[in-house]
């Protein structure tokens, strides 16, 4: 059985940067395109990022340029550096599988960016 395990949030100011991780036991991690999907209060989850098995990239609109998203696959373990935090990144961060997020959910990390 697949688990996923999110970390890393933190409550940040504005402009600030934290990294997540997610560590991913259980499966073929190299072999999966892998995705950090967020849900913020009161609205659906949504695509961050996700990369390719080769480490190709792709980022939604509202955070490229400020998050890069990596992976080791020797470490079965997802990373998502968030730099230029903004009040509207503030969710719960949640990695999965993707296009299909055929993974159970994990608990997910909680990103708070205040001042």
């Known amino acids: 059985q697949v688990q996923l395990v999110e970390s890393g949030g933190d409550l940040v100011q504005p402009g600030g940067s934290l990294r997540l991780s997610c560590a991913a036991s259980?499966?073929?991690?190299?072999?999966?395109?892998m995705g950090w999907y967020r849900q913020a209060p009161g609205k659906a989850r949504e695509l961050v990022a996700f990369?390719?098995?080769?480490?190709?990239?792709n980022y939604a609109d509202s955070v490229k340029g400020r998050f890069t998203i990596s992976r080791d696959n020797a470490k079965n373990t997802l990373y998502l550096q968030m730099n230029s935090l903004k009040v509207e990144d503030t969710a719960v961060y949640y990695c999965?599988?993707?296009?299909?997020?055929?993974?159970?959910w994990g608990q997910g990390t909680q990103v708070t960016v205040s001042s």
């Open positions: 999965n599988a993707f296009p299909e997020a055929r993974y159970s």
């Open positions: 259980g499966t073929a991690f190299s072999n999966n395109v």
């Open positions: 990369i390719t098995s080769r480490g190709g990239t």
